[in-house]
């Protein structure tokens, strides 16, 4: 894939699957397989964000999951310094964990509430053997806490004591303590309060521009996305139908889902006359191998070829690449 404006590509996801085995209720029967994700192929960028965007089941979380390794890929690279991350073991896998970290949907219940927030943000330096004193780790904790908006005296309390924005920022400090350069963000702010979610958001993009993080944002919410997003993914039942500048994807959706999706949002001005576009039918089932697109089923535009065939995801602009057969 070509460069996205010149950034060199930090990550790269090469015909990426995942498979789920489901076991059968009935005696005798054999498991079903479940394709969350089906042959994605895609580059990160060193210092963007990149937003991935669909409804629920459609692959996102898993991605997430196995790019920072919580999942092994049925098959398919992620390739990171040149090398495969997605087969590593062992201490090999340990130190790729100090490049890409992950922040998760439900502040509490990813932090250990016998912990204090001083703990369990010196943990992962622990675990790494960073090699660092005691004074030091708590100094770092500290320079931590500052620099994600916590006070010195939230040092020793624990996760309970804290509001839901404030141990999200426990588990941003988390992740930067191993000065990290990729960070997955799983549905980050979903679980917080609408004048939360807006200071976590502002939190993200100071440190991103302090530290160049590279963030792989994942959430369901357009509004955060096309806030936060240099650019933007699609995914619809495993796959990727849509890939481009976050302002073209608002501008210019070329997907028959992504103009659905986008039409869903509420017009900025009650004068605004803006069509719905809905999506009827049944939404497929994700178990089973499919040979058509996943979304001939519901889709408007609907043509015999999409029925019979699975479209390639290919570039129809610079920047911009569509998996659809209308645009052949």
């Given amino acids: ?13 090469n015909k990426l699957c995942k498979e789920f085995h489901i076991k059968s209720g009935k005696f005798m029967r054999s498991s079903q397989i479940l394709y969350a994700l089906n042959d994605i192929s895609l580059d990160v960028y060193e210092g963007e964000t990149l937003g991935i965007i669909g409804e629920s089941g459609c692959g996102k979380s898993t991605l997430g999951r196995c790019i920072v390794r919580l999942h092994k890929p049925t098959s398919g690279e992620i390739i990171y310094n040149d090398e495969d991350i997605s087969k590593l073991k ?20 990813s932090l250990n509430p016998r912990k204090t927030a001083g703990q369990l943000i010196a943990e992962p330096m622990i675990i790494h053997k960073m ?3 005691k004074k030091e780790r708590n100094d770092k904790v500290i320079k931590l806490m500052r620099e994600v908006g916590l006070d010195v005296q939230h040092f020793y309390r624990f996760p309970h004591e804290f509001s839901g924005g404030q141990r999200q920022r426990v588990n941003i400090a988390r992740a930067l303590a191993l000065d ?4 997955v963000c799983d549905e980050p702010v979903s679980a917080l309060d609408v004048s939360i979610q807006a200071q976590v958001l502002n939190l993200l993009n100071e440190l991103q ?13 357009l509004g955060v996305i096309k806030h936060i997003s240099d650019r933007i993914v699609i995914m619809y039942l ?5 890939l481009c500048n976050a302002k073209d994807i608002y501008d210019v959706p070329m997907h028959p889902y992504t103009q659905a999706l986008l039409s869903a949002i509420p017009p900025k001005n009650p004068f605004e006359n803006k069509k719905r576009i809905m999506l009827e ?4 089932s994700p178990i089973g191998m499919r040979k058509y697109c996943p979304l001939s089923s519901r889709c408007p535009k609907v043509m015999d070829k999409c029925r019979n065939n699975m479209p390639e995801l290919k570039k129809v602009d610079k920047n911009h690449q569509v998996a659809c057969f209308l645009y052949d």
Avoid: W
């Fill in 281 to 284: 039918g049944e939404i497929p």
């Fill in 180 to 183: 990290s350069k990729i960070i």
């Fill in 209 to 221: 521009s302090q530290r160049n993080l590279t963030y792989i944002f994942i959430s369901h919410d």
């Fill in 131 to 133: 090699g660092l004193s």
């Fill in 1 to 13: 894939m070509e460069q996205h404006n010149e950034k060199k590509a930090i990550m790269k996801i």
């Fill in 90 to 109: 062992g201490n090999d896998s340990k130190r790729i964990c100090k490049d890409i970290q992950m922040i998760f949907q439900d502040p509490f219940s």
């Fill in 238 to 242: 495993g796959k990727i139908v849509e």
